[in-house]
């Protein structure tokens, strides 16, 4: 608050506020230790909304995550997890039942199963903020930080030369044909480089050619979540197995990318059906 105060002097115009959601503060107000946390969040960030309602020159994102987690110890004020935990406990929480029971629960229950966010995760989208990738004025959810920390910039370099040409299709082969021979940080890296060599007109989210059928495969290391459905689909043959038969999915994009359906195929003592999920 005291910086937003000062910026006309220092000529600056653009900030960051990490607060928290509204449910983790009433969590950490039950909790005698982290009161002060949470009182002090609020009121800064009631501060900050004030100043930068009066003055339109000011720009400010303020970022609500979950609990944070990161580096390689426990930490309690401010509730703090180690990397490796961390990355278990978000793989876990963050499936998709977990989550749609943590928004059902009142906030001290709910707060319980919200799943944490990564620490650079939260660095990223507060960077991307900062250089421009994202305009938001507030990052209020896991999603919503994931999202924005996601974004990359297009276009940066001369995709029409030989070069370009020849190093997408290389890296189309690798990804397509050789992931298993990669670890899942240099497979996330050659997708990252391949989306950087693709046109402003082509983005993920606007090419034509996502329209159609999906299907699912595993060739990477699945993480927690990726691996239980993994699992499902091509567990061993068993007494459940003939109770409930995981037999394919997949996903059907349709009408410019506004509709999406997730088909999963099922056989239920040997009846065979479909679900059909759609949005």
């Known amino acids: 608050a005291k910086a937003l105060a000062l910026s006309e002097d220092v ?3 653009k900030f960051i506020f990490i607060g928290n959601s509204e449910r983790i503060r009433n969590f950490c107000k039950t909790i005698s230790s982290l009161q002060e946390y949470a009182r002090g969040k609020e009121e800064s960030e009631q501060l900050i909304q004030q100043i930068i309602d009066a003055d339109d020159r000011l720009h400010c994102c303020i970022v609500r995550p979950t609990f944070i987690y990161g580096g390689d110890e ?3 004020n401010p509730p703090r997890l180690p990397t490796k935990f961390g990355e278990i406990i978000e793989a876990l929480l963050g499936l998709y039942p977990i989550q749609a029971l943590s928004e059902f629960l009142p906030d001290v229950l709910g707060v319980a199963l919200e799943a944490p966010s990564n620490a650079k995760a939260v660095a990223g989208s507060i960077i991307n903020v900062v250089v421009g990738l994202d305009d938001s004025s507030s990052l209020d959810t896991r999603e919503e930080i994931i999202m924005a920390a996601s974004r990359r910039p297009y276009g940066t370099s001369n995709i029409d030369s030989d070069s370009a040409q020849t190093r997408r299709e290389k890296l189309k082969l690798c990804l397509s044909q ?3 021979e990669y670890t899942p940080e240099q497979n996330f890296a050659m997708l990252e480089e391949l989306e950087q060599l693709k046109p402003v007109s082509t983005r993920p989210t606007d090419d034509s050619s ?3 059928r999906w299907d699912f495969c595993f060739d990477v290391e699945p993480d ?4 239980f459905i993994k699992d499902l689909f091509e567990g061993e043959d068993g007494f459940m197995k003939r109770i409930l038969d995981f037999q394919g999915v997949h996903m059907e994009i349709g009408n410019g990318q506004s509709t999406i359906n997730l088909v999963v195929s099922v056989s239920l003592f040997q009846n065979p059906f479909t679900v059909i999920l759609h949005t």
């Open 11 to 13: 000529n600056v115009n």
């Open 210 to 212: 996502l329209n159609g």
């Open 178 to 180: 050789h992931a298993k």
């Open 224 to 227: 927690v979540g990726t691996g």
């Open 74 to 76: 426990f930490a309690w």
